[in-house]
């Protein structure tokens, strides 16, 4: 009975997922330090063992044998604070955050989460300006892509916390009223998308999270084809893994570009009937999520624009 | 860069086990129910090394927890089976029935007779692969139950409750359900069925359940229909959908939404009372998951459906 050891776990992982040791170690380690601990000449540091295991889409809460019991309570805690974040509830996620600082460590992974928390708190709480907000964000960032800023992120395999702060990075600079540069940085995080080793779910999350943004930007900045496009891409994968969440969004976002075309001249007058059909098909596909405030809209959206009394009376709902 | 050298030698997953163990309020002997002994978990929570992989795995699993494959993997006989598990399940996925049989028969050898969840991997495999080689359902039945016995000795008496079952211990007893229903369309035997249901609906702090609830509210509101019991069913439904919220995923959904439909339509017509826009309103969300799931028999007899019943035409 061999005794197995980080290394061993490290070269197994890298070998189901059929990557080389220049691919993983790349910007964490050097291959020969890589290929060193693989072979149990050298143990490697908690941060490198963590960061490569990350590359590889291993979340860091299922690292069962390499946390101690604090280390549960934080990770918990980490995922409530995430929880909350998804509601818009800043407040609670605040107090949450407030006892993970208690019992954090000082991985490297541990200091990016903090940098970016903080930031996020901070500005959805109107304590920091969105330029303050992106600093935040880019010395999280920094601090596991060395080289962020002056490299294509196109061909890196981003690890799940990379991918979230690129959403975050680009959500500052739309909400800056800079779109184009907010496409740019989620054009690279899409296609980087095809090379990462993370686990499907999340890349598919990920995915469908950066094609809707993406198709919301284009269209502000009047590019409604490429945002169509780009809708219709995300409606793909939501129909090729039977995923209802982002689907009403996605055909909002086609009828919406549509109508401006239309307004704009762009399109003839005719395919408001097929907007007004994708409009019904998002707004019962909205119904069945469960999701009330965009059903609220759509239902609006569909009473002025086009004249049609959509779903039940409020009273008999 | 500095840091300790990190080696797994003692086993922390132990731990992990019992903390998750206590968060969630089990006992030791609940957790290990037909798994193995107290004796055994106790060690393995103080951090004994010797441990079977798949026998931690199914522990973690219990506690609704999904470890890290490879962490799991301390001795070489473990690296062994979980690769050829891996070799198996993907060989009956691309139905290679035969490939499947010659390694499960090489797995049996080294595998079999060291824990009760090895002999579970081998039996539920071999009852797959009778189905897929049309052998009798009864047959697939049988081999269901003995390999769900395995670690649920008291399954022929459907004491689950008494358990703290893991996902795929489920997902084997559903797949039992699913079969009985198959080969008696009344089943006379619900009673596993609503057992099932009842485990689902107590069991309702791990997320995982949460998945699962909606599959069997299926099969139980078929089943209630059938025996025209709209009320009992229409609740189940309700809950399921209740239980689906905040999950992405469409699937379950469009059936769920029917038979809402179809349970609030048979309650007004029992009454002569009701208001036809509601049913319509759940037929159509029913309809516009089917179609774009690419249901189209699903969809298209909605659509008749209420074209028929309530002359509605307005489906694009």
């Known amino acids: 009975m061999g005794m197995y050891r980080l290394g061993d776990i490290i070269r197994m992982t890298r070998k189901s997922l059929s990557i080389t040791q220049e691919q993983l170690s790349d910007g964490i380690c050097s291959v020969e330090t890589l290929s060193r601990i693989e072979t149990g000449k050298q143990n490697p540091s908690r941060d490198n063992y963590e960061l490569l295991m990350q590359r590889m889409g291993r979340i860091r809460e299922r690292a069962y044998s390499m946390l101690s019991v604090s280390d549960f309570k934080v990770l918990e805690k980490m995922r409530q604070f995430e929880d909350y974040i998804r509601l818009y509830d800043y407040k609670q996620a605040e107090i949450v955050l407030q006892e993970i600082k208690k019992y954090l460590g000082d991985s490297i992974l541990d200091k990016q989460f903090l940098i970016r928390a903080e930031s996020i708190v901070n500005y959805r709480l109107k304590r920091i300006s969105v330029e303050e907000f992106l600093d935040g964000l880019q010395e999280a960032i920094l601090l596991t892509i060395p080289r962020y800023g002056s490299i294509s992120l196109a061909n890196w395999p981003l690890s799940m916390n990379e991918t979230g702060l690129l959403v975050n990075i680009s959500t500052a600079y739309a909400e800056n009223d800079d779109y184009r540069k907010a496409i740019d940085i989620l054009e690279e995080a899409n296609r980087a998308m095809n090379q990462s080793y993370m686990d499907e779910q999340q890349r598919i999350n990920f995915q469908i999270n950066i094609k809707h943004n993406l198709s919301k930007w284009y269209g502000l900045v009047g590019e409604h084809k490429q945002a169509i496009e780009v809708a219709r891409e995300g409606i793909d994968i939501c129909k090729k893994y039977k995923l209802g969440n982002a689907l009403a969004n996605f055909l909002y976002n086609i009828t919406w570009n549509k109508e401006q075309m239309i307004d704009k001249g762009l399109l003839p007058a005719e395919d408001r009937k097929e907007c007004l059909t994708d409009l019904k098909q998002a707004f019962y596909i909205a119904s069945a999520m469960q999701q009330p405030f965009i059903v609220q809209f759509l239902g609006e959206h569909i009473g002025k624009k086009y004249n049609v009394k959509i779903g039940l009376p409020i009273d008999s709902r | ?316």
């Open chain 2, 1 to 316: 860069m500095g840091g300790k050298a990190i080696e797994i030698d003692d086993n922390k997953l132990g731990a992990a086990i019992q903390y998750f163990r206590e968060i969630h309020q089990v006992s030791q002997s609940k957790l290990c129910k037909g798994l193995c002994s107290v004796a055994t978990l106790s060690r393995i929570e103080s951090g004994e090394r010797d441990v079977d992989a798949l026998l931690l795995e199914t522990l973690l699993e219990r506690l609704g927890k999904t470890p890290n494959q490879f962490e799991l993997i301390l001795t070489d006989f473990d690296y062994k089976t979980y690769q050829k598990r891996e070799q198996i399940k993907r060989l009956i996925d691309n139905r290679e029935t035969e490939a499947a049989s010659a390694l499960l028969a090489s797995y049996k050898k080294m595998a079999f007779s060291k824990a009760s969840v090895h002999k579970q991997f081998v039996v539920r495999c071999k009852a797959l692969l009778n189905e897929l080689q049309g052998g009798s359902i009864q047959e697939t039945i049988e081999l269901l139950k003995k390999a769900i016995s395995y670690t649920v000795p008291d399954f022929k008496h459907y004491r689950i409750q008494e358990y703290y079952l893991s996902n795929s211990e489920l997902n084997i007893i559903i797949d039992i359900i699913q079969r009985l229903i198959e080969l008696d369309p009344k089943n006379q035997d619900k009673e596993l069925l609503f057992q099932v249901l009842d485990y689902l609906d107590e069991h309702d702090s791990l997320e995982k359940n949460n998945r699962l609830y909606p599959k069997v509210a299926i099969l139980a509101c078929r089943l209630l229909m059938k025996e025209k019991n709209y009320d009992k069913a229409l609740e189940i439904c309700e809950k399921g959908l209740e239980r689906n919220k905040g999950s992405r995923m469409l699937d379950y959904l469009g059936e769920l939404y029917l038979i809402k439909a179809q349970t609030i339509e048979a309650i007004q017509k029992a009454l002569k009372d009701g208001k036809a826009e509601v049913c319509i309103d759940e037929y159509l969300k029913s309809y516009y998951v089917f179609s774009f799931c690419e249901e189209k028999v699903a969809a298209e007899e909605i659509r008749k459906h209420l074209q028929e019943e309530y002359q509605w035409e307005c489906i694009a």
